[in-house]
């Protein structure tokens, strides 16, 4: 059955064909046609946005807490080049988008015409691929592919510019299972030897780890639940990137914490001192790895990722496993079993017994207050009295993400979102929104600080509109906390514009979006404004008062290796060296 | 215009070229990669080098089936053996990206560049030049009486030691076509 009908009403139908449920966007010139298609139809819904990197980032949010590919929609021109720091963070943190772009008409394509811009130029960089549509012909089936590249292979966001006369002209639909079959497969399966030759290091180890990241979220809910009985089976310790938490549950037995700058002495110094290291998933971030001639430097590394170019990338491994990680954990976890689940116990021990007297050093004790909020203290309380609860959570970027990342516990994957690559203040609260769309019945928190917040702060308006009961908890220490730290440990002290001046009164700013804010400064008050956060029925804006001059430890200092990390007493002058100071 | 100064080829050897024995070693490849002929694909696999900070020492491109709209791109560059398998690695997984070849492991093959010279003189300059594009088997494809164009295809290397003669006999301007590359065999 062959249809016809115009580009526009293409998009809708294969958007729904694709089972895209939701779409972020914002409306322009160039995408009318398409909008007025929107508007005659009720199976997709579409969530008007207040600025189009937030129609990224909440597609972002929506994409990693259902394993789904997020969609969103915008105009030519600046509706376009407000997505490109939304489509660079889901291009580093490997998040399946499908992201539409207006286009001026074809006929005038190169004119510098109104709100032109060379969309897939510009976007080239930034994307996984994208495709500019010239002949409506070839729309529907380009959308389709668009899905297909999105969610195979290394996931990554994907864009396709449609100028307008595509989008009015009419054509034929090519139906999803009449689409050409991509030559685009990445492979799934492992190399057999390679498994076998990690199994029969696995064996023998006397000091293992399994260091996983967020390769195991985006290969599914399968690929965490093969991961945890592995380690169950073996009995190997396991930690975690920023990206991968909640793989592995942070109350289970072998949980080491998060490693990297900010992560736990015991994971840290289980990396440096291991001598089998399964990277599962992960890409030897430099957030992670810090001076890479000390990287874990007696130790034999496999590396088990889908993308072939990470591997030797930065770390050169001696066992490189190229497949989905789900697929290779169940070949590589029936190997090992067939050939009696053997490890070495009397290593395991000792090693365990090395891990204790590391973990006794309690390294994410900090010194309390009665008189002012520690951070540190206030995410414990939220730990408290949320765990356990259908909780999903978003952060900013800063000091309070590290903390959160340190202090909240995650029992299950796909609930914490956190812009790790790119590092994107502002991604927090619309990712907040997208993950409340997908979720609605979910408590969604963002842990915030003042100065990402407002960078995106205009998707209130979003939230309220759409009755997105989002929670957004501000750790407010009216400075750019992290930029502060930095320049105290590396630049004298000299604080050179990183306070959070003329802030907003968030309690007003709260009111004037129609929701309910709060502000508390004293430890006393904050388990019942936590309380009353999550009771109230709507968009809430917590101005959690914070000490100011906190520092986040611990933290292995630029160009350091992971046995010279500082924790929280340290004596923090110098401690960077010339060469540490280049590096970011 | 003023004689051009062309650039000695990455990989002459020459005895007075005094190498660090510590520094990384640098390997030279040429890379034949086969790509979907879309709008754009050039762009992006330069766009890759550039993005990366690799070399590209030569590049050429051309559909070469047209009835599946294949290109073939050939791409020589230089690096650490590592940047090699990371340049191979990072071409192979672009969407448009059918196969990755790499000539200079992958066994004998044959490279072939083709070049225009332009060489401008008279009397004695003007003979000589003629003659030695005779030995290099370069042929003559315009004269005037002040000048000659010669076309010549050879490997880089010949062609630079072609315009390395021409120099001091009045090359005025030159056209190459950068390397284009098949394996040896079936
Ligand atoms: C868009 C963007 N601009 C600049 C930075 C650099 N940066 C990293 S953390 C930070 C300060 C964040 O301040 P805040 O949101 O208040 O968090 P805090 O560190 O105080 O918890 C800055 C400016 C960034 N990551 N993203
Ligand atoms: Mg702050």
Redo the contacts with the bound molecule.
């Keep these: 059955m062959t249809r016809q009908m115009t580009g526009a009403r293409m998009v809708v139908q294969a958007l729904k064909d694709q089972g895209v449920e939701v779409v972020f966007g914002y409306p322009g010139g160039a995408v009318l046609p398409i909008y007025d298609e929107i508007f005659q139809q009720n199976d997709i819904r579409h969530i008007l946005v207040r600025h189009e990197q937030g129609a990224i980032h909440m597609a972002e949010g929506y994409a990693r807490s259902t394993g789904k590919v997020g969609v969103a929609l915008v105009t030519s021109g600046p509706g376009a080049t407000n997505a490109v720091t939304g489509l660079t963070d889901a291009l580093l943190d490997s998040i399946p988008l499908v992201v539409l772009t207006g286009q001026v008409p074809t006929f005038m394509i190169g004119t510098d015409a109104f709100q032109e811009a060379d969309t897939i130029g510009i976007t080239r960089p930034c994307t996984k691929h994208n495709w500019l549509v010239k002949d409506t012909e070839k729309l529907s089936e380009t959308i389709h592919q668009a899905f297909h590249v999105a969610s195979h292979g290394r996931p990554g966001p994907v864009l396709i510019d449609i100028p307008k006369d595509v989008q009015f002209a009419t054509g034929t639909y090519t139906p999803m299972e009449k689409t050409r079959v991509s030559h685009y497969q990445p492979r799934v399966k492992g190399d057999p030897e390679a498994i076998a030759a990690m199994v029969e290091m696995m064996e023998t180890a006397e000091r293992p780890v399994f260091y996983t990241g967020g390769g195991v979220i985006n290969s599914g809910v399968k690929a965490s639940a093969l991961l945890r009985e592995f380690v169950a089976a073996t009995g190997f310790p396991i930690t975690s990137t920023l990206m991968g938490l909640g793989a592995y549950p942070a109350s289970g037995t072998a949980w080491l914490g998060m490693l990297g700058m900010h992560g736990l002495y015991e994971a840290n110094l289980a990396m440096h001192g291991c001598d089998l290291m399964i990277n599962i998933g992960a890409r030897f971030d430099d957030r992670i790895t810090g001076r890479i001639p000390d990287f874990s430097p007696h130790s034999k590394k496999v590396h088990v990722d889908i993308d072939p170019s990470s591997i030797n990338k930065v770390i050169r491994v001696d066992v490189g496993i190229v497949g989905d990680i789900a697929h290779v954990l169940e070949e590589a976890l029936a190997l090992w079993k067939s050939r009696g689940s053997r490890v070495n116990k009397v290593g395991l021990a000792k090693w365990w017994a090395q891990i204790a007297t590391w973990r006794a050093v309690k390294c994410l004790g900090y010194k309390g207050s009665t008189k002012v909020i520690k951070p540190q203290y206030a995410l414990e309380r939220l730990e408290a009295l949320t765990k356990g609860m259908d909780r999903y959570i978003t952060t900013e970027v ?1 000091q309070h993400q590290m903390w959160a990342a340190q202090y909240l516990g995650f029992e299950a994957p796909n609930r914490w979102m956190t812009s790790g690559g790119l590092g994107t203040m502002g991604y927090g609260l619309p990712a907040s929104i997208g993950v409340q769309i997908a979720h609605p019945d979910s408590l969604v928190i963002n842990v915030a ?3 990402s917040w407002l960078m995106n702060m205009q998707e209130m308006g979003t939230a309220m509109q759409f009755r997105a009961p989002v929670k957004q908890f501000i750790l ?2 009216e ?3 992290m930029v502060r730290q930095w320049q105290e440990l590396l630049h004298g002290e000299r604080y050179s514009q990183s306070w ?1 001046e003329s802030l907003p009164d968030f309690v007003k700013l709260a009111e004037a979006f129609g929701c309910k804010g709060v502000q508390v400064t004293d430890p006393k008050d904050l388990d019942d404004a936590i309380m009353e956060m999550i009771r109230y029925d709507g968009p809430f804006i917590f101005d959690c008062r914070v000490e100011k001059h906190e520092n986040c430890f611990p933290m292995i200092p630029s160009g350091k290796p992971h046995n010279e990390m500082l924790l929280g007493d340290a004596d923090t002058q110098g401690v960077i060296g010339a060469k540490g100071a280049v590096l970011v | 215009m003023s004689p051009l100064n062309i650039k000695k080829s990455a990989s002459s050897h020459s005895a007075y070229e005094l190498r660090d024995p510590n520094a990384p070693v640098i390997e030279t490849h040429t890379l034949a990669v086969i790509v979907e002929n879309e709008p754009g694909v050039l762009a992006r696999v330069i766009g890759l080098f550039t993005a990366r900070g690799y070399n590209i020492d030569s590049l050429t491109v051309a559909e070469v089936d047209h009835t599946s709209h294949r290109s073939r791109i050939t791409v020589v560059t230089t690096g650490t053996p590592e940047v090699i398998v990371q340049i191979k690695a990072q071409l192979a997984r672009m969407v448009p990206v059918y196969e990755v070849h790499d000539l200079t492991v992958e066994g004998p093959a044959v490279q072939r560049e083709l070049a225009l010279l332009k060489v401008a003189g008279k009397g004695e300059a003007r003979i000589e030049a003629l003659r030695l594009a005779e030995i290099f088997r370069a042929h003559v494809v315009d004269s005037t009486l002040e000048s000659f164009v010669f076309e010549m295809t050879g490997t880089p290397e010949k062609i630079d030691s072609f315009a390395e003669l021409m120099r001091p006999l009045g090359l005025r301007e030159m056209a190459r076509t950068g390397v284009a590359a098949l394996s040896r065999g079936v």
């Design positions: 800063g600080g003042e100065a407010n220490n400075r750019l906390g959070s």
